[in-house]
């Protein structure tokens, strides 16, 4: 029935069926599945399209999926993206049969602890969610891939413009918000210190001036806080937290445009130059609470490596492997945080529906990196009624017709309003002239915590929640 359910729905879609007028059966679904099997549709109606980042969306598939395989294939799954039949093979028939996979793998793994009829009903259950309503982060990230692809299309909000790195840097230094800094010299040489005739001499063009590509930067540290869960030489952790916005052409006022969805803490691994070789820890958004943590590496490892690799991989890590430092109910700065990502958001691009921000917190503050807009939960938790009851509403907006398109504007225009209003706010927090080795830092386990602590920690934050 589920399977019958997917093909059906796709099936729709791709014949041209509208979302917003799709039959009784279609709607009667939970917003979830709606969103999902929409979004797999519109892989084929935006495949040729112009992408924000990337050329075409088909392009931007190559480039993204070109080092994720699924678990124990090793094949990157950007093969199938190289022709428009292939990927459709790929969606109608080889998705379903990975469903498939999984659900027998949930019946091998409770057959140990279950009945033999209620290991089936769990398997049954699992290939009804992979196929309708996935819940792992790789279709997630996708599904907000989808989402973005197909906003800015249709709406061409100037926000995509904050993918690019520079642009990013540079608009949020215009409005004040705490970046990690740029060198403004014009170029730089790096020279080996053994070298000779001429060899080991590198030269880059910083992107301030005229045609370079490279953001010469200062390496940053870890605060102290974030160092004593990691090992020595662990690289910059971050602090990914996703934040929403209704910005992007829903109804909204001033309070409920922006809001934050979830956070989780990169643990950086020894040696490594980049936290994307970490340990994800879920981060509760409403208490700071550092929670288990995890790794999705099981879905990188291509070629004959990736044929042994585990299939899953639970949330119960709770020390740093590599130094044993515990991690798991330690408290970070979440209001801060939080706050910092949404106003952000309001400020830099409140016509894009999501924005998953890079916050670290520094040698020198807490920073943030970048913005990325087709962007991944890092299986971090997250309110699923709020995410896919907006992603439904988003859909129906973007799948208005001509006479729709002047409440779109309009929407977009009452953004732009906020954006500009709010654009004081970081000028506010900025003329106060807080000392960044003010910023609080979290006690070192849940003994020494306190609401009078947790108080003082806040007290930072207060800035941050105030409104011009």
């Given amino acids: 029935m589920s399977l019958i359910l997917f093909w059906r729905s796709l099936g729709f879609f791709l014949s041209g069926g509208s979302y917003k007028q799709a039959p009784a059966w279609f709607q009667e679904l939970p917003s979830h599945a709606k969103a999902h099997l929409y979004s797999l549709s519109l892989i084929f109606e935006i495949w ?26 090793g094949i990157p799954l950007s093969y199938f993206c190289y022709c428009k039949l292939t990927t459709m093979a790929f969606v109608l028939v080889a998705y379903p049969i990975v469903a498939l996979i999984a659900a027998l793998h ?13 290991a089936v009903a769990c398997g ?44 990013f840097l540079v608009e949020a230094e215009k409005a004040r918000v705490p970046i990690s800094p740029c060198m403004k010299v014009g170029e730089i040489v790096v020279k080996d210190r053994n070298e000779e005739g001429g060899m080991g001499i590198h030269f880059f063009k910083n992107a301030c001036r005229g045609g370079g590509d490279w953001i010469i930067q200062e390496k940053l540290d870890n605060n102290d806080f974030v160092a004593s869960m990691l090992p020595p030489d662990a690289p910059l952790s971050t602090f990914r937290v996703i934040t929403a916005s209704r910005g992007g052409g829903l109804e909204h006022n001033s309070e409920n445009m922006v809001t934050a969805l979830s956070c989780v803490f990169r643990a950086g691994r020894a040696g490594a130059k980049t936290d994307h070789s970490s340990i ?9 609470v550092i929670g288990k943590g995890t790794t999705n590496s099981h879905w990188y490892q291509l070629g004959l490596k990736g044929l042994s690799t585990a299939w899953t991989s639970a949330k119960t890590i709770t020390h740093h492997p590599d130094c044993d430092a515990k991690v798991t109910g330690r408290h970070v700065p979440i209001e801060t945080m939080k706050h910092l990502c949404v106003e952000a958001h309001r400020v830099l691009l409140p016509d894009v529906p999501m924005a998953g921000w890079d916050v670290a917190l520094t040698n020198k503050g807490v920073l943030l990196l970048e913005t990325n807009l087709s962007c991944n939960f890092f299986r971090g938790t ?71 602590k947790q108080g003082d920690q806040e007290q930072h934050s207060n800035l941050i929640q105030r409104r011009s």
């Fill in 124 to 167: 049954v259950e699992a290939f009804k969610e992979q196929l309708l309503t996935p819940r792992d982060w790789f279709s997630l990230w996708r599904l907000n891939c989808r989402l973005a692809s197909y906003h800015s299309g249709k709406t061409g909000a100037g926000g995509y413009r904050m993918e690019d790195k520079w642009t």
């Fill in 280 to 288: 994800i820890f879920d981060v509760d958004t409403n208490t700071g």
């Fill in 48 to 73: 040729g399209q112009p992408h924000y980042r990337n050329g075409t969306f088909q392009e931007d598939m190559i480039k993204n999926l070109r080092n994720v395989a699924i678990p124990r294939t």
């Fill in 382 to 452: 997250f309110d699923e009624d709020m995410y896919f009851n907006m992603l439904h509403e988003y859909f129906c907006m973007l799948d208005g017709d001509g006479d729709h398109a002047k409440t779109l504007q309009q929407q977009m225009a009452a953004s732009q309003k906020v954006m500009e209003s709010s654009g004081a706010y970081f000028r506010e927090c900025e003329a106060t002239e807080v000392d960044s080795s003010a910023t609080p830092t979290p006690p070192d386990s849940d003994s020494d915590w306190s609401p009078q």
């Fill in 106 to 118: 949930v019946v091998h793994v409770a057959k140990n602890e279950k009945s033999f009829e209620e």
